[in-house]
């Protein structure tokens, strides 16, 4: 587990990251990776000295299962609210089940499922703070209902879930395979540039420190107009 400042810490799960924030109410948990890895959150919060109950709230980015794999077991163990955009809720919650985007995570989707949660709080507007702390910015694109989080520490630490990815301290578009519209995708990007933060973290690849708003920038600018 890597801290990347001073209270927020990335625990890679396999290919997926889940970010494990310190906060005066609890531990925060921005997504819970692939599905039967728990245990694996449970030994990272040991290690900051924290357990399962500490988890105060799970703040979802989207809908598919290596972001939202643990998050039935966490809520139930942990009593934490869990809080996602309304247009991908219903897929959280197994109200709906859409099939999935191209081949591969479609042959995934038969052998590896999140189990279904509640969700206690939902998101809606397109910018809103869910809790103290947290501005939810609506990323649509990857899904409908992509959340990226902005977490106002350290001059802004940006978790950017699937809608980009960090490579080698540039940021590069997030995987399209699965997204619902590659495009929007794109776009929101761009408007995560209009915003400020000095870190971005990813739910794949590795995270941007110093500056990172201006990757984000320099992403934006090779769109097309
Ligand atoms: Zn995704
Ligand atoms: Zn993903």
Redesign the pocket.
Known sequence: MREIVDGVFELGLG??NVHLVVTDDGVVLVDTGLPRRSKQIERGLLEIRKQIGDVRTVLLT?H?F??IGNVADLRQRSGARVIAHAADAPVISGAIRPEPKGMLPRLISRVMTAEPTKIDQVITADESEPIPGFTAVHTPG?TRGHVSYLLDRADGVLFA??TATGKDGAVIS??KR?ADDPAEQDRSVAKLATHNFEHAVF??GTAVSGKAVDRFREFASGLPQ
């Open positions: 290919f997926v989207h598919h290596d972001h990857h879930g699937d997030g995987p699965a739910g794949h």
